[in-house]
């Protein structure tokens, strides 16, 4: 039997904590999902993200919902939903046959809650970070103690393990992740990689002028990065990089984004040849900083997926970080140089031995890579192709006898409003 999909009933992205300024990858893929959906399907969008005020815009096909939240402490440009019957509200007014989940905390279970007055909902979970290690435990280390903070990360995991259990489906940007998961006897899981703009990141984009505009110098390489500019990116570790730089490398430095650590670096750089201009929200304009530049610079431990080095990489830059998370995928053997997790002097040196190789053919097979596997066309038939079918499918099996409904079945109706 094939069940209908009503493409008057929307599919819902449910975001917690989200910054419309400084924020990284939650905001492009909300992004690049509206626009893909508008051109290739007739379903509706609604998306629902943390606002300063509870506002609706409705736009065709996509709602663009902001439920009024308060800023993160520390973190100016985010904010996060903690008005779970505000939520409530709008899912009941909009009714989804699909709720996609971004964020581990609250709003995971408003949505398992809603399913269960609507139990012909489907329910999928973005896990894009191993929230157990990366927020709890750090966190709790740094305030309490490596013994406090491993009670918590039992207890966080413990969380995990029965939010995720509630959804139909689950993905994650890498295989790790999945592994992960998997810990946390969570079986259901997909892998989905992001996707890159490549027209728009493009090493046409170089502007031999950006120097002069931003008063660094002609000389030496030009050293970037894009993303927060905050503790969880390891900020900081990129300023002791810098400073570790031989001299006569003659190098400069362009920080783009925003952060709580962009006061207090901005005002340490002073007299170096380091600027932060601020986030960039213009993707024309992003990507001319980075094609700019000569090298791409990350300090990140936990990179889910590296985003932001994908977008660096299509616009011909190697990579220089750590060999860590996500970055080991990302920056494979001829495509930069990845050291040991906080050798800041190691990556000193590795920049230096990178601009002293052949940058320019590292940053075209870079490219090359990128463009060969990565594109958001991929992301999202992935996600209607695969993810969704079978959240469909496990969604049905609860309402009914195992094997009446099948994935094909699912994938097919999908498909058929997908163009």
């Known amino acids: 039997m094939v069940i209908a999909i009503d493409p008057v009933l929307p599919i819902c992205d449910l975001t917690q904590s989200y910054a ?29 993200v943390p606002g300063p005020v509870d506002r609706v815009i409705e736009n065709g096909r996509h709602v663009w919902v902001e439920i009024g939240a308060e800023q993160v402490r520390g973190s100016p440009n985010y904010r996060f939903i903690t008005r779970t019957s505000a939520v409530r509200a709008v899912l009941e007014q909009y009714r989804p046959q699909i709720i996609e989940s971004q964020c581990p905390w609250v709003l995971p279970w408003t949505a398992i809650n809603y399913r269960r007055a609507h139990p012909d909902t489907a329910l999928v979970a973005g896990y894009h970070t191993d929230f157990p290690n990366t927020h709890v435990y750090r966190v709790g280390a740094s305030l309490f103690g490596d013994f406090v903070a491993r009670g918590l990360r039992r207890l966080s995991a413990s969380y995990a393990e029965r939010t995720y259990r509630e959804f139909d489906r689950v993905y994650t940007l890498g295989q790790d992740m999945r592994s992960m998961l998997a810990q946390y006897q969570v079986p259901h899981v997909d892998v989905l990689s992001l996707g890159v703009d490549a027209e728009t990141f493009h090493p046409a984009r170089r502007d031999p002028g950006l120097r002069a505009e931003l008063g660094l110098p002609e000389t030496g390489p030009l050293l970037a990065y894009a993303g927060r500019i905050d503790n969880e990116k390891r900020a900081d570790r990129l300023l002791s990089m810098f400073r570790q730089l031989p001299p006569e490398l003659g190098a400069s430095m362009i920080l783009i984004g925003d952060g ?9 750089v002073r007299g170096l040849p380091v600027v932060l201009p601020g986030y960039c929200a213009d993707r024309a304009q992003l990507a001319r900083l980075l094609a700019s530049a000569d090298v791409y610079v990350s300090a990140m431990a936990d990179e889910t997926f590296g985003l932001s080095v994908l977008e660096a990489q299509a616009c011909g830059l190697p990579v220089v970080g750590f060999a860590s998370g996500a970055m080991v995928h990302r920056v494979p053997r001829g495509l930069g140089e990845l050291v040991e997790l906080d050798d800041v002097a190691g990556m000193a040196r590795a920049v230096a031995a990178v601009w002293h190789g052949d940058p320019h053919a590292m940053g075209r ?55």
């Open 20 to 48: 419309p300024v400084g924020g990284g990858g939650i905001g492009t893929y909300l992004r690049e999902k509206r626009d893909y959906v508008l051109s290739n399907s007739d379903f509706r969008l609604v998306q629902i």
């Open 260 to 268: 709580k650590l962009r006061a207090p670096i901005a005002e340490a």
């Open 365 to 419: 097979r870079a490219r090359a890579h990128v463009t060969a596997r990565f594109s958001w066309d991929q992301t999202f038939e992935t996600l209607f192709g695969e993810v969704y079918p079978r959240a469909l499918v496990a969604s049905r099996r609860r309402q009914h006898k195992p094997g009446w409904f099948r994935r094909s079945d699912a994938q097919q109706v999908l498909a058929g409003h997908l163009r």
